[in-house]
């Protein structure tokens, strides 16, 4: 499993000119490539990379490009390590918190449980989107240990304006929706959502069960806070009460045990699915590179037809480790 919080950094940027907005990025940029990261646009959430001559390559078996698509078109900037020299971390999954609540119908409070709990008791926590609520989806051999990618995101956001925004992700090992790659868990402090990738860029949303069963999808929006990035944050009572009352999030626990309590982390965790038998391989002679001579497939976890009808296809999971703007959140 590869799963990557994003920390959010509200700043001043959208009332800036192109120019500025430039040669802000690349005042970032310079400076986070003194100590190896970069400040990009787009974001390489790579499951599985594979090696040429012994070196690190951009070909593999599961590869992802993932940015944050901001409602209006606006480039969302990343800071991230270098991608030929990433920088990551592993956990247990009984050591990453994710929050529940979201997905029973009606609501219920935001409640923390750990990833291997959630994964064991997907099928309910995913029943909303058609699959059977008796599935478990945690694998010991596979789930035990998890690689994470942590990252920083600006968000363009004047004084007492808000922005809104998504992931979207493109997999290049999906060439149809009903052939995913992988299982997608939109984690926030506000509740987990479950969904497939497919062909081609896929808008990622925030997802909330009504009181009559019907799934709804939304934006997620950011507002300026006071409260520092990058670190455990902790609101007063009245800070949280007026949080609440606004349908913001309020901090609690969520991702590892060291990043706290907070209100603005994202986690994106992709969960590879089992797919049907590769095609054969061949290898070029000149430059002695194995590849695949066509992407392979898999079984579908969900129908993509409509959002409120999903169903599951045989889904299961690897043996080795669309949708149109809805409502602000």
Not at 151 to 162: G, N, S
Not at 251 to 262: D, F, K, P, Q, V
């Amino acid at each position: 499993i590869f799963f990557r919080p994003i920390f959010f950094r509200l700043s001043s940027l959208r009332h800036m000119s192109a120019a500025t907005v430039s040669q802000t990025v690349a005042a970032i940029d310079a400076a986070a490539q003194r100590s190896g990261f970069r400040c990009v646009p787009v974001s390489w959430e790579d499951a599985q990379r594979g090696t040429i001559g012994g070196q690190l390559s951009c070909w593999g078996g599961n590869i992802s490009d993932v940015r944050l698509w901001e409602k209006t078109g606006a480039l969302l900037y990343t800071l991230r390590s270098e991608n030929w020299n990433e920088r990551l971390g592993y956990v247990g999954a009984k050591d990453v918190a994710v929050v529940t609540g979201n997905t029973v119908r009606g609501g219920a409070p935001p409640t923390p449980c750990t990833l291997a709990a959630y994964l064991r008791g997907l099928g309910g926590h995913a029943a909303y989107a058609g699959v059977d609520n008796g599935l478990s989806f945690f694998v010991p051999d596979v789930d035990s240990i998890l690689s994470v990618r942590f990252q920083t995101v600006f968000l363009p956001i004047a004084t007492r304006e808000t922005v809104e925004f998504c992931t979207e992700v493109y997999n290049y090992n999906t060439r149809s929706d009903a052939d995913p790659r992988n299982l997608l868990l939109l984690c926030t402090p506000q509740g987990t959502s479950v969904q497939q990738d497919g062909a081609g860029a896929k808008r990622v949303y925030f997802h909330e069960v009504d009181p009559r069963g019907t799934a709804h999808r939304y934006w997620l929006e950011a507002e300026r806070s006071s409260h520092k990035v990058g670190g455990a944050q902790a609101e007063d009572q009245e800070e949280a009460a007026d949080a609440a009352q606004r349908g913001k999030a309020t901090a609690i626990r969520i991702g590892t045990r060291a990043m706290g309590t907070r209100f603005n982390v994202q986690m994106l965790i992709q969960l590879p699915l089992k797919q049907k038998e590769r095609p054969k391989r061949h290898t070029s002679a000149a430059a002695g590179l194995e590849y695949e001579c066509g992407l392979m497939s898999a079984k579908s976890c969900f129908s993509a037809s409509a959002f409120d009808g999903l169903h599951p296809r045989g889904c299961s999971r690897s043996a080795s480790a669309s949708a149109s703007a809805a409502s602000s959140k």
